[in-house]
């Protein structure tokens, strides 16, 4: 039987991590994971990174589309769905291929299959068992479904298998406005799919801010996307190779689609873990962790989206990295939860930060400052003057509690604001720092000098 200082479930973000920064405090690890050849997990394999990858493409094909407003005679512009896909694969595989390096340069083993727990010391892989002092699990998420509507390979697809997908479609109907539908909404509308979105929520983006999800779906329906915000998909039926839905909104309508995309959120992989015979509880579906990542079995503990938090890659390696920690120096290390930037790569980007101007406002008197994109050169000069930065303080102090931004680089502008609320600094000394001109940057100084 193999013995190690510590096992590690899952490849992803957080297992990984966890795993990189065990061996650099010179400890045992093995990695279990269910393909040598696809460590990274969803981020890496089937989400963050390939869908970014297409988001990269379609942008390109509109630029390109676009030129002549710049001067720039381009001449037809066709787009292949196919040799898209395959520069994804290609980024997918790169990064891949430099992880598995990575990891083997480490001295980290990596043995292929799925892990179940024999006791709170012992992991079976097939007939194989390991023992480690300590274990973490990070075995990921899977898409989650309705009661009554489930994916099929088909017609009716997870995220997953529409990536996979390399056929144009004239109409997408795609069930859920979160994170996932947004993205994917922006890369089919951008290809010239017809796309409707249906949401419970009253608005797309229904974590976020009110006006986020407002400006979104507004920004949505100049781009001709169709979204309908408090609606259900009540059922959907086969129909000459297509698929036909009735949704129920303000009225009931049924329309016809080449292709649906279940995007209904993720929910923790647990299946097969035998988690009961190490000790370890779970709680609304997660595994139950302290606040230090501890689980309810004292050797073992979890991190990324099987455990209850943030169900974001950067928070997975932020946990992980505590969870090592811990194990080797003890219980002092607690993962960011308020700092955590969450960005949505659909156009227009979303960035937020901290707390929703309505969270905000349960617990403090508020300030609440915004600038639009429309009034900044260099937005002018991007042509991305739809867009706004918006920051929420506490009015007493001037402390910065939250922030978001919808616009051009949004996704990259928020970031400016973690370091602002993990250090509870004021409205006063982010608008101290000059900002370079002309810059999208200025958005953000221009809202606190307001």
């Known amino acids: 039987m193999n013995k190690y200082d510590v096992i590690v479930i899952g490849g992803g973000p957080a297992g990984y991590k966890s795993a990189l920064k065990l061996a650099g405090m010179d400890k045992k690890v093995c990695i279990i994971d269910k393909s040598s050849k696809h460590l990274g997990g969803t981020c890496l394999n089937q989400g963050c990174i390939p869908v970014k990858s297409l988001l990269k493409s379609a942008e390109v094909y509109k630029t390109a589309m676009n030129a002549a407003e710049y001067g720039v005679q381009t001449g037809e512009v066709s787009f292949s769905l196919s040799a898209v896909k395959q520069k994804m694969l290609k980024n997918i595989e790169l990064l891949n291929n430099g992880l598995a390096g990575t990891i083997k340069r480490a001295k980290i083993e990596f043995v292929e299959g799925y892990g179940s727990f ?65 993205e994917f909404a922006t890369f089919y509308n951008r290809l010239g799919t017809a796309v409707t979105i249906v949401e419970p929520m009253a608005e797309l983006l229904p974590n976020e801010e009110e006006e986020t999800g407002k400006a979104v779906k507004r920004e949505f329906k100049k781009a001709g996307i169709v979204s309908e915000t408090s609606s259900l998909v009540k059922s959907l039926t086969y129909e000459e190779g297509r698929v036909r839905a009735v ?28 988690l009961s015979k190490a000790g370890v509880q779970t709680e609304r579906g997660h595994i139950k962790v302290n606040k230090y990542m501890q689980t309810t079995a004292e050797n073992i503990y979890s991190a990324g989206d099987a455990a209850d938090g943030w169900m974001l890659a950067h928070s997975a390696y932020d946990e992980g990295m505590c969870a090592a920690k811990n194990i080797v120096y003890g219980n002092k290390y607690m993962p960011e939860r308020t700092a955590v ?96 001109h002309p810059t999208l940057s200025e958005t953000v100084w221009e809202t606190l000098l307001s």
């Open 118 to 182: 024999v006791d709170k010391n012992t992991v079976a892989v097939g007939e194989k068992q390991l023992q480690a002092d300590y274990i973490i699990i990070a075995a990921g998420s899977v898409a989650s479904e309705l009661p009554d509507i489930k994916p099929d390979g088909d017609r009716i697809l997870t995220s997953r298998e529409l990536l996979m997908n390399e056929e144009f479609q004239e109409k997408l109907l795609i069930i859920g406005g979160g994170v996932i539908g947004c």
């Open 341 to 436: 930037p969450r960005v949505v790569y659909c156009s227009p980007e979303v960035g937020a930060a901290g707390l929703t101007e309505e969270q905000a406002a349960d617990k403090y008197e508020i300030e609440v400052y915004k600038t639009l994109f429309k009034p900044n050169a260099k937005a002018l000069i991007e042509g991305a003057g739809e867009g706004f930065v918006k920051v929420i303080s506490d009015k007493k102090s001037g402390v910065v509690l939250g922030a978001c931004v919808v616009g051009k680089s949004a996704t990259e502008l928020i970031h400016e604001f973690i370091p602002v609320i993990k250090n509870k600094l004021t409205v006063s000394d982010l608008a101290g720092c000059v900002h370079g």
């Open 247 to 274: 949704i129920s909104g303000k009225k009931v309508r049924e329309d016809s689609f080449d292709l649906v995309l279940l995007a209904v959120g993720r929910k923790p992989n647990l299946s097969g873990l035998e």
